[in-house]
Nanobody
């Protein structure tokens, strides 16, 4: 079971990024998936979750209306579209589900 995130980087405030999480070793469509983040000196925060079929999504209040979680079960991939990014969104973002965690991808929001 392996999860590999990609798509992080440096972006200016107000900008957008799309994170991807590619799964291998299991059928992504059978399980719910989530994105969490951890900023330096802070506890890990659950950002967004999506049900196995994609019909149900939940978001942390801090990202509601700006982030969108989605999935493509045919591609075994989960996405996190992040719009209107703020400096406080700076963190390492992790994809997780089925008891597995990815290695994380750094997102830095700075001018």
């Amino acid at each position: 079971v392996q999860l590999v995130e990609s798509g992080g980087g440096l972006v200016q405030p107000g900008g957008s990024l799309r994170l991807s999480c590619a799964a291998s070793g299991f059928m992504l469509g059978l399980v719910g998936m989530s994105w969490s983040r951890q900023a330096p000196g802070k506890e890990r925060e659950l950002v967004a979750s999506v049900s196995s079929t994609g019909s149900t999504t939940t978001y942390a209040d801090s990202v509601k209306g700006r982030f969108t979680i989605s999935r493509d079960n045919a591609k075994n991939t989960v996405y996190l579209q992040m719009n209107s990014l703020k400096p406080e969104d700076t963190a390492v973002y992790y994809c997780h589900g089925f008891g597995a965690w990815g290695q994380g991808t750094q997102v830095t929001v700075s001018s």
